[in-house]
Nanobody, 122 residues
Framework: QVQLVESGGGLVQDGGSLRLSCAASGRTFDRNVMGWFRRAPGKEREFVAAISRSGGSTHYADSVKGRFTISRDNAKNTVYLRMNSLKPEDTAVYYC???????????????WGQGTQVTVSS
């Protein structure tokens, strides 16, 4: 069982930046592909970014490519999402997730955090 706790959300102006963190419990963190998802008001949850177990490979949704960066620190059991050039359409609840799959994936995540709100004002 993996427990995930997100932090770092908040209110930021259009063009601003935030860094989200996700702390994971347990001793298997480095065996999990990690991902970030988001759910905007009135919309379905969507994939944002994923990172391989070693951190050597990443994958992004087209909507955030070039603006967001996912990274991880396996020694600290933590995954991050650095968000730059934020736009009002990035407003959503952001969720951290862990997958037991070996390959990078946009689905098939087994464990989820409770989410952290990100609001971008225009």
């Amino acid at each position: 069982q993996v427990q995930l706790v997100e932090s770092g959300g908040g209110l930021v102006q259009d063009g601003g930046s935030l860094r989200l963190s996700c702390a994971a419990s347990g001793r298997t963190f480095d065996r999990n592909v990690m991902g970030w998802f988001r759910r905007a008001p009135g919309k379905e949850r969507e994939f944002v970014a994923a990172i391989s177990r070693s951190g050597g490979s990443t994958h992004y949704a087209d909507s955030v490519k070039g603006r967001f960066t996912i990274s991880r620190d396996n020694a600290k059991n933590t995954v991050y999402l650095r968000m730059n050039s934020l736009k009002p359409e990035d407003t959503a609840v952001y969720y951290c997730a862990a997958s037991r799959l070996v390959e990078l994936t946009t689905s098939g995540y087994d464990y989820w955090g409770q989410g952290t709100q990100v609001t971008v004002s225009s």
